[in-house]
């Protein structure tokens, strides 16, 4: 069994031995709040290898784009917005010998052209054995038709989370990939805030660029628009495309531990056709505790908000199953 290092820690007090370390360990080990780390099996490190690889050969290739941009810029040589048009400009200058490139930088420039070249041959390689290796396992074709979910965001997921039963809900899985909020409350007071961003910033990289894909597409007039893309567009005129983008990224996150462990396909709940006009926004679920009225904020409870004194008739009113009593002009509540 493995601990997380991180939390193991505080346990070992005064100085560091081996008897001071295994009492920490002991110690940690009875703590049922801290979870041990899961074992994994050769095939998730290979894939996660893949990954690693990819994004470190995508990253030395943005580097070197954006260093082939700054020397050719402080020539007076601009090259187009994309990475798909630097490598064929550089050559159209190499080549030229009007083109007023200082001689001794000809070479240079022509040598990380094709440093560029190799790299992308080499993220092309990945992404074959990536689509290998998708292609023969069963679990990788059920994410896939999820939308927004790709070929690298399923592969990503089997490689780094391993085994998904070790998630009791949808929810711990969001959780574990730092999409859900930050949460500071104290007393009858609930404070949420933005994502906590903890975990792997790779999976939740790729699942926010998902969502962004899903939302765009949605936007199109021949997209086909379910439940879920309709509750993302309502939520993006409501509160924004970069809000939009990351809620949408945490329904998929739960979506993704219900298609994994239920072992189903993703099916899509249409609520109306391609050309149909757009709904307007629905109502708030009638969650117990929580205030749903068109005057209300959605996500705050009830035990935290101010009344006016006039909106309450008299010092013991009972609405919705919860005891309302004023003092003051502020309300507080009590079960029914």
Partial sequence: MLLPPHAVRPYGLRNKTDGADAKGLLEALRNEA?????????????????????????????????????????????????????????????????????????????EAAREIGELETRIRAVERSLETMASGSEVLVRLRTIPGVGLLTATALVAFVGDVHRFPSGRHLANYLGLTPREASSGLRRRLGAIRKQGDPYLRRLLIHGARSVLRHAKKATASRDRLRTGALDRERARGHNKAAVALANKLARILWAVWRREQAFEASATQGAQGPTPPPTAPSHRRGWRTGPDQRRDTPITSLTFRAETVAKKNQLVGGVQIRLVGRRAYSDRC
Avoid: C, F, Y
């Fill in 34 to 110: 801290i979870r041990p780390v899961p074992m994994k099996s050769v095939d998730p490190h290979g894939l996660a290898g893949l990954h690693r690889l990819r994004s470190a050969w995508r990253a030395t290739r943005t580097a070197r784009l954006n260093t082939l941009r700054g020397l050719l810029r402080e020539l007076g040589s601009s090259i187009p917005v994309g990475a798909r048009q630097v490598v064929p400009h550089v050559w159209a200058l190499v080549s030229d010998a009007d083109s007023g490139l200082p001689d001794a930088l000809r070479p240079v420039l022509a």
